[in-house]
């Protein structure tokens, strides 16, 4: 590589870690192009609603952001983290813990990714490309992707020096290095669903809901019922994110997704069995929630290394988790802010010890944050743990419903060396 031509990144997938990526490898130095099999910047998450961003991860996209304040204007603030416990017979619900230090903000998937995006000089991602394969040269200096051009069925091929995989959690990369890896079932689905009230403001649905939940647009809600639990939050421009947890065998998913396209019967189905556990406040803005979907929560055993010669994971590919403690655009955030720190430090000719430092900084905090996550599922979700009796709010004490608070989170307030 001659001193003028910069290295050559290619990330593969166009979400939020991938275009994350690209803002810290293009500040360290390197030209980076993304590569998104979807035709063109998405109009609604494909498995995704609402988010929470902690207070890290703000700063973070602010520093990429040509206008920093764009964040605040589009996300509310989560100052409280509240857990509360409804009794699903008589249809009532008292707070468990309360935390006011909390300082996330709750972000729409979607305006996030167009925030990022927009942030990018043009032509750095490329849509409507599927990745197929990739081959890494002998001496280990380069690597050759093989893309299809949807729209075209054309096939090309593309060459860099670096391959980024944030290609999701069913990562096809990840899986050409750990053939035998497979991810686990939680045990239980989410129906998720964004209600929006904009021009019904005044609705009794939207005058109830803000009765019963006095502190929507500044708390994170976290309702526990018997064996279940759901999550509440304002998002902005007049919109509500709910998603609700129910145990269930493990589903036959086709085709390579964790997101099930839903029936009218299916929902119709939700809607009874919704009737039976939360206050009807609740239930209403489910029950008036248009294409409401179905995740089924899977999430892996941390793995033990994310990266091989000139290949290295981000976000869910490197890490699947569970949604309990929030982590999953934080941990893509802060895995793209480490990955453009050790480029930039170690430079490209350094390669494989920038790799090795962004994965040993990495590794240790993500592995522990999944498996805190997988913890909080369970106890949340009423399902058996080794160290303690099954959870249930209604006869729980004080120290059973400590350990719910988002702030135990292993790492929750930690900033890495190489970011400060």
Same mark, same amino acid.
């Given at each position: 590589?001659?001193e003028k031509?910069?290295?050559k990144a290619?990330?593969?997938?166009?979400s939020?870690?991938?275009?994350?990526c690209a803002?810290?490898?293009?500040?360290?130095?390197?030209?980076?192009?993304v590569?998104?099999?979807?035709c063109g910047?998405?109009?609604?998450?494909?498995?995704?609603?609402?988010l929470?961003?902690?207070?890290l991860?703000?700063?973070?996209?602010q520093?990429?952001?040509?206008?920093?304040?764009?964040l605040h204007s589009s996300?509310?603030p989560?100052?409280?983290?509240?857990?509360?416990?409804?009794?699903?017979?008589?249809?009532?619900?008292w707070?468990?813990?309360?935390?006011?230090n909390?300082?996330?903000?709750?972000?729409?998937?979607?305006d996030?990714?167009?925030?990022?995006?927009?942030?990018?000089?043009?032509?750095?991602v490329?849509?409507?490309?599927?990745?197929?394969?990739?081959s890494i040269?002998?001496?280990?200096?380069?690597?050759?992707?093989?893309?299809k051009?949807v729209?075209?069925?054309?096939?090309i091929?593309? !060459?860099g020096?670096?391959?980024?995989?944030?290609?999701?959690s069913l990562?096809?990369i990840?899986?050409?290095?750990?053939?035998?890896?497979?991810?686990?079932?939680?045990?239980?689905?989410a129906?998720?669903?964004?209600f929006?009230f904009?021009?019904n403001?005044n609705?009794e649905?939207?005058?109830?809901?803000r009765?019963?939940?006095?502190?929507l647009g500044k708390?994170?809600?976290?309702?526990?019922?018997?064996?279940t639990?759901?999550?509440?939050?304002?998002?902005?421009?007049?919109?509500?994110?709910w998603i609700w947890?129910?145990n269930?065998?493990?589903?036959?998913?086709k085709?390579?997704?964790?997101?099930?396209k !839903?029936?009218?019967?299916m929902?119709?189905?939700?809607?009874?069995?919704v009737?039976?556990?939360?206050?009807?406040?609740?239930v209403r803005?489910?029950?008036?929630?248009?294409?409401p979907?179905?995740n089924?929560i899977y999430?892996?055993?941390p793995?033990e290394?994310?990266?091989?010669?000139n290949?290295?994971?981000v976000?869910?590919?490197?890490h699947?988790t569970?949604?309990?403690?929030?982590?999953?655009?934080?941990?893509?955030?802060?895995?793209?802010a480490?990955?453009?720190?050790c480029?930039?430090?170690?430079g490209a000719e350094?390669l494989?010890?920038?790799l090795r430092?962004?994965?040993?900084?990495?590794l240790?905090?993500?592995?522990?944050?999944v498996l805190?996550?997988?913890?909080?599922?369970r106890?949340k979700?009423?399902?058996?743990?080794?160290?303690?009796?099954?959870?249930d709010p209604?006869y729980?004490?004080?120290?059973?419903?400590q350990?719910?608070?988002q702030?135990?989170?292993?790492?929750?307030?930690?900033?890495?060396l190489?970011l400060?």
């Amino acid at each position: 590589m001659s001193e003028k031509e910069k290295p050559k990144a290619v990330v593969v997938g166009g979400s939020i870690a991938g275009i994350s990526c690209a803002h810290t490898l293009a500040l360290a130095g390197w030209d980076v192009v993304v590569l998104e099999k979807s035709c063109g910047p998405t109009t609604g998450s494909p498995t995704g609603a609402g988010l929470g961003l902690d207070p890290l991860a703000q700063r973070l996209i602010q520093s990429w952001l040509h206008n920093p304040q764009l964040l605040h204007s589009s996300t509310l603030p989560l100052t409280i983290d509240l857990n509360q416990a409804t009794d699903s017979e008589k249809k009532v619900s008292w707070t468990l813990t309360r935390d006011e230090n909390f300082n996330f903000r709750a972000a729409y998937w979607t305006d996030l990714h167009s925030l990022l995006y927009n942030a990018l000089p043009p032509n750095i991602v490329l849509w409507g490309h599927l990745f197929l394969s990739f081959s890494i040269s002998d001496d280990k200096k380069s690597v050759k992707i093989k893309v299809k051009v949807v729209q075209t069925d054309e096939e090309i091929e593309i !060459v860099g020096n670096l391959l980024v995989a944030a290609d999701g959690s069913l990562s096809s990369i990840r899986q050409s290095f750990l053939p035998g890896h497979k991810l686990r079932y939680s045990g239980y689905c989410a129906w998720r669903g964004v209600f929006d009230f904009s021009g019904n403001e005044n609705s009794e649905t939207v005058v109830g809901i803000r009765r019963a939940y006095t502190e929507l647009g500044k708390s994170l809600y976290f309702n526990l019922g018997s064996g279940t639990h759901s999550v509440f939050y304002e998002l902005q421009n007049k919109r509500l994110n709910w998603i609700w947890y129910v145990n269930q065998p493990e589903p036959e998913l086709k085709r390579n997704s964790v997101t099930m396209k !839903v029936s009218s019967e299916m929902v119709q189905k939700m809607h009874r069995e919704v009737e039976k556990v939360w206050v009807p406040e609740l239930v209403r803005v489910m029950k008036e929630t248009k294409d409401p979907f179905l995740n089924f929560i899977y999430d892996s055993d941390p793995l033990e290394q994310i990266f091989w010669d000139n290949v290295v994971l981000v976000g869910d590919a490197a890490h699947p988790t569970t949604p309990h403690g929030l982590r999953s655009t934080n941990m893509s955030v802060l895995d793209a802010a480490i990955l453009g720190k050790c480029l930039a430090k170690s430079g490209a000719e350094n390669l494989q010890s920038a790799l090795r430092e962004y994965q040993s900084t990495r590794l240790p905090v993500v592995s522990k944050q999944v498996l805190h996550a997988r913890r909080m599922g369970r106890i949340k979700q009423g399902l058996v743990l080794p160290d303690r009796e099954p959870f249930d709010p209604k006869y729980a004490r004080s120290e059973d419903y400590q350990e719910l608070q988002q702030k135990n989170m292993p790492f929750f307030d930690d900033v890495p060396l190489l970011l400060i």
